[in-house]
């Protein structure tokens, strides 16, 4: 059985952004985020098996270059640290103005499923 070569955790974070780089040229624009299968991580590191020091390190190394790993329920993505500043900062004030941290757990609850309850999610029963 030949030998593998499993890449380390910084040239991965590096093919993942020559990868970006690669399809913004093809694309004529500049990517800044996208999201690939664990598939796609397995070919690109070498490894059968994902394992969480891996992530931890390859998070490191991509933090390192200007970019975040972000893991989902079945794959990753990436994304560039300068677009996060351009996002809006909310801090805690509109929550403590209506007093929703002296409401406990189960009338959160309630106000979330009355108010703002997203198509497609269902209610626990207990």
């Not at 030949?2 to 910084?10: K, T």
């Not at 690669?22 to 996208?34: A, D, F, H, N, P």
């Not at 992530?55 to 990436?78: K, M, N, P, Q, R």
């Not at 351009?86 to 979330?112: A, G, I, P, T, Y």
């Amino acid at each position: 059985m030949p030998f593998v070569n499993r890449r380390d955790p910084e040239a991965v974070a590096q093919l993942l952004i020559i990868n970006a780089a690669l399809y913004g040229e093809e694309k004529t624009k500049e990517i800044s985020r996208y999201r690939f299968s664990i598939d796609t991580l397995r070919k690109i590191s070498n490894r059968k098996n994902i394992q969480n020091n891996f992530l931890d390190t390859l998070h490191g190394e991509l933090s390192e270059l200007g970019w975040y790993l972000i893991v989902l329920d079945d794959e990753y993505a990436i994304i560039n640290i300068e677009m996060l500043s351009s996002w809006v900062n909310l801090s805690s004030k509109r929550l403590r103005e209506l007093e929703f941290f002296d409401k406990d757990d189960q009338e959160v609850s309630e106000m979330f499923y009355e108010k703002y309850h997203q198509d497609g999610i269902e209610e626990i029963e207990e």
